[in-house]
């Protein structure tokens, strides 16, 4: 029979594989491995796909989203399977930790809104269909990345407490948390009305 002692430690396997898979910078392989040298020192320096769109390779930027998006998706979704849904919520929270902060680039990584919005489909997926199309509802109406991404970011866990348990909005409130962290910059300069459109190059 499993000890609290046994379980601690699969958690914790669970996150550290999750970090670790998380911290696949996808973005800055993707656009070396295309010739386009390093996505850091291009428009905000972010490794995410909205950073790698103002490249003009709408191709990478997708290929990006879908694997920053599948890093979070599939750790949460095989600690699981393995491990039961505990262990899902962990791995994927720590792989949005990894893609955040890699230890490989001086844990100076993206803001994680595809690898959270992956964690979310797989633990949560009602929850999950929501931030998603509320993400595209904001994009729609005004055209800010970082406006969809807080907005559904925000509602993630709204929408976890109505459809789903508290420990899936316990969970997706500290992802919204970190997610806000990551876009403080963002946050002011939508205060100043200065933050950029989506597919408008910055610098």
């Known amino acids: 029979m499993p000890t609290p002692e046994s379980n601690a430690l699969l958690l914790a396997l669970a996150a550290v594989a999750g970090y670790g898979l998380g911290s696949i910078p996808f973005g800055l392989v993707l656009t070396r491995l295309a010739g386009l040298g390093d996505i850091r020192a291009i428009g905000s320096g972010n490794i995410g796909a909205t950073n790698v769109l103002r490249t003009g390779r709408k191709g990478l930027a997708l290929a990006t989203l879908l694997l920053d998006g599948g890093k ?3 750790a949460a979704a095989l600690a699981w399977a393995l491990l039961g849904a505990e262990a899902g919520l962990a791995a994927g929270f720590c ?3 990894g893609h955040n902060f890699p230890v490989w680039l001086g844990f100076k990584g993206g803001k ?3 690898t959270t919005l992956g964690v979310i489909l797989v633990t949560a997926w009602p929850a999950g269909l929501g931030a998603c199309l509320t993400w595209l509802a904001v994009a729609f109406l005004v055209r800010i990345s970082s406006a ?3 907005a559904a970011l925000a509602l993630a866990p709204v929408y976890a407490l109505l459809l789903h348990k508290p420990e ?3 969970a997706f409130a500290g ?3 970190l997610g806000f962290i990551r876009h ?3 946050i002011r300069r939508l205060l100043k009305g200065e933050e950029p459109r989506i597919g ?4």
């Open 72 to 74: 979070g998706a599939i």
């Open 95 to 97: 792989a949005v930790l």
């Open 184 to 186: 403080h910059a963002n």
């Open 175 to 177: 992802l919204a948390l």
């Open 112 to 114: 994680g809104v595809a």
């Open 200 to 203: 408008k190059k910055k610098g």
């Open 168 to 170: 899936h909005a316990l």
């Open 148 to 150: 969809s991404a807080l």
